[in-house]
């Protein structure tokens, strides 16, 4: 590592990396907690440069017509498996919770190919419908 006035560099082994990274900039899915009795779901998946705030003005837009908004956070530089992992383990537990709310998909660039993998992979999860 190294220490100075503006900053603290930390230097990491190829193997060690990757772990660490997950614990600073974990994979989340926003408002999750907040989703209870929820009939109608949206679920936002930035692209390559996005973040959390990339869908809000859409979110805001959907919310006034029913829809309860779901923003997913992953590390933009990472491969595509994780997220897309964690996403279909997110709608398959949201699925089973709630089998009869409608789940849409909305993403953007790198966030559709992660859902489309997601998806693929997770088979049926309750997503009606999908747009990237």
């Known amino acids: 590592f ?4 503006e900053q603290v560099r930390l230097i990491f082994t190829a193997d060690a990396f990757e772990p660490i990274k997950r614990l600073l900039s974990p994979h989340q899915l926003l408002n999750h907690d907040h989703m209870s009795g929820q009939s ?3 679920v936002y998946i930035h692209g390559l440069e996005g973040g959390p705030t990339t869908f809000l003005s859409l979110a805001t837009a959907l919310e006034q017509d029913g829809w ?3 923003r ?7 491969p595509i498996e994780p997220p897309a992992e964690f996403l279909a383990e997110q709608l398959t537990e949201i699925h089973r919770r709630m089998p009869q709310s409608q789940i849409v998909g909305v ?6 190919i ?3 993998k997601a998806l693929t992979d997770a088979g049926n999860v309750g997503v009606t419908d999908f747009v990237a």
């Not at 997913?72 to 990472?78: E, I």
């Not at 993403?107 to 559709?112: C, P």
Request: proline share 4%.
């Open 2 to 5: 190294e220490v100075t006035t």
């Open 40 to 42: 109608k779901i949206v």
């Open 68 to 70: 309860f908004p779901l």
């Open 72 to 78: 997913m956070v992953y590390a933009n530089d990472c």
């Open 107 to 112: 993403a953007h660039s790198l966030g559709g």
């Open 114 to 116: 992660i859902a489309w």
